[in-house]
């Protein structure tokens, strides 16, 4: 793990860099694999834009780009930077074990859940158009996720619950489960979710239980 950060946050970079040393449990794969990371904080909007070449939207607060082994975090505001870190390990975590693009909602999904991110379930509570019976598809999903951020939230709360309910089918207990997650969501995206995510999306996510095709 390699950190680097402007003067001022030298010592948030080295506790977080010893979460990202001792980063273990993500569902269905365990301990990191055994490859560098290249972690940078960026400690305002217009540097993590910079370092991200401005593609991506103002609400985001950290990006994992796998193929470099690289993690940038907006450091703005100390107190989100382990949870996003979590989050965004969880990317690098997933590619580098999958060996693949997987559907944006199913890389989501499991970067929350591998985080425990289950304040963003609330969403689901508050979105009126799910409240109206409004249904979602999984490519609805991600072009949510691409979305302001009033629709990301709601992205990434159904993203979340298509993980979770797919873990239910086939519990990602280890590291084979998690590639046949994987190759089950690109089936699912091929044709636009299950029925029983959908009724999960609508009716609530508890209860909800859904039948691999």
Known sequence: MTAIAW????????????????????????AMPDRPIRLILAPTRAQYDSLTRGRLPLWSEGAAF?????????????????????????????????????????EEGYAAVAAQEWDRLDALRLNWQLARGVRMDLDDVDRALRGARGDAETGYALATTAVLLLERARPTTSRKAT???????????????????RRSASSGWRSARCSSR
Do not use: K, N
């Open 7 to 30: 003067p001022t946050q030298e010592g948030l970079a080295t506790s977080l860099a010893e979460v990202a040393d001792h980063a273990r449990d993500f569902p269905g794969i365990g």
């Open 66 to 106: 796998p193929d470099a082994g690289t993690i940038v975090l907006l450091t703005a505001h100390q107190p989100s930077g382990p949870s996003v870190l979590r989050h965004e390990l969880g990317h690098l975590a997933l590619r580098w074990h999958v060996g693949r693009y997987v559907p944006l909602w199913f």
């Open 179 to 197: 590639s046949s997650c994987a190759g089950s969501a690109m089936s699912a995206h091929a044709t636009a979710g299950c029925r029983g995510w």
